[in-house]
């Protein structure tokens, strides 16, 4: 007599080797389900750990930009209290960090 396994599509000589080949294929999609579950929970920690970082940093730009605008401001505000007291004001540098931002946005857009 032979034993016909409907879950592997296979026949087997006795009934014991029948329902321990359906067991193994059993715990190896046992295996398999949990395997794909980690992967997955290990792949949307890592997506939330990315989120997390670029929020951080986009943070961290949003501050400096931030500061930024408040010291140019800052910045206006003197020079035209200079500018309407003295009329005038002359400054000269060699550096192109310290021209105002307006002028490094043109260099950049220049570099495109």
Known sequence: MKYYSEKLNKV???PEACESAEF?????ENLEKVRKEREARELK???????AERKAAADKVDNARKAMVAA???????L???VDKYHTYHYSTNNA????FLFGLFNDIFKL
């Open 45 to 51: 920690e890592k997506k939330e750990k990315e989120t």
């Open 72 to 78: 140019q401001k800052e910045y206006r505000d003197a």
């Open 12 to 14: 087997f000589d006795t």
């Open 80 to 82: 035209n209290e200079f």
């Open 24 to 28: 193994e294929a059993k715990e190896k």
């Open 97 to 100: 960090e310290e021209v105002p």
